[in-house]
């Protein structure tokens, strides 16, 4: 199964279409699917959107299957709604879909694929009641009013903040952001209090806070260039490229291997049969201990 990561505007519908495959690559059609469920998960509030766990999705709960294996399933507004994020918010949504399938052999095989989708949150006050920031505890903010000020000095943060001086509000929700995004690069990768104390971590925040701070009102970006090298690190960060001085936390990793007389090196990982390390990996066809 291939399937892009995607983005949809909160309470939106959409559609997810794909073809399921055998452990070879090839197409099932849809005499030899067995079962076909999908699974949407909030990935920052770890919360099971709109009852899709291990739902059933063969021709039934907005799926449904082509006789050559096309399968078709419509996102409804309730897989798109708001879990309580920020107004302009992205929110990373994890869509597992299984199915399972009898080979020549009798034997049963089970595929799944994972990718994301993320959720535009609205920016109508209207839409979501003035909605505001969840309160991160401050042990686990990866940056701060202070820091921020060092940064865009006192008086800038006032200037850009003057249509609601005396109101918290805004800068908690800079710090939230800030503190999302880089979670959105690096959860479950590093203990969040680890990268909550590390330097690094909340020097890529604060800029990631600076360049929200000067674009409010539609002003002008003046941090452009320190948020984009921060994403850039960040992501360099997530794939292992650069190592920002944090553990790494544990984590468990399937691969599937087989050996495939037509390659020169025969040793090759299955993609579609293994797990990923972090979240949008490609994984390669070939085992990495043979490279």
Not at 99 to 109: A, E, I, S
Request: hydrophobic share 35%; net charge negative; glycine share 6%.
């Amino acid at each position: 199964m291939s399937v892009e990561d995607w983005t949809i505007d909160e309470g939106e519908s959409g559609s997810i279409t794909a073809s399921v495959q055998d452990k070879n690559g090839n197409a099932l059609v849809k005499a030899n699917i067995g079962s076909l469920n999908i699974t949407i998960l909030d990935v920052r509030s770890n919360t099971i959107i709109n009852n899709r766990n291990a739902q059933n999705i063969l021709d039934a709960n907005n799926g449904s299957v082509d006789t050559d294996g096309t399968v078709t399933f419509k996102l409804q507004p309730e897989d798109t709604i708001n879990v309580g994020s920020p107004r302009g918010f992205l929110e990373e949504r994890q869509v597992t879909i299984e199915w399972t399938w009898t080979d020549l052999d009798f034997q049963l095989n089970t595929g799944r694929h994972v990718f994301e989708i993320y959720i535009r949150t609205s920016t109508d006050n209207a839409s979501d009641s003035g909605a505001t920031a969840p309160a991160i505890p401050v042990g686990n903010q990866f940056t701060s009013l202070s820091e921020i000020q060092r940064v865009f000095s006192i008086e800038g943060v006032d200037n850009h903040s003057e249509d609601v001086l005396g109101d918290s509000t805004v800068i908690n929700e800079l710090i939230y952001r800030a503190t999302e995004t880089v979670l959105q690069f690096l959860r479950g990768r590093f203990d969040q209090s680890d990268m909550a104390s590390s330097y690094w971590v909340r020097m890529k925040a604060t800029y990631i806070a600076c360049y929200y701070l000067s674009i409010r009102q539609g002003n002008p970006s003046l941090y452009g260039e320190l948020y984009n090298e921060a994403m850039l690190d960040l992501a360099q960060a997530r794939d292992g490229l650069i190592n920002p001085g944090l553990r790494t936390t544990a984590r468990c990793v399937v691969q599937t291997p087989m050996l495939d007389s037509r390659f020169f090196n025969p040793a090759r990982v299955l993609p579609n049969r293994s797990t990923k390390i972090y979240s949008g990996q490609r994984l390669p066809y070939r085992l990495g201990i043979y490279e």
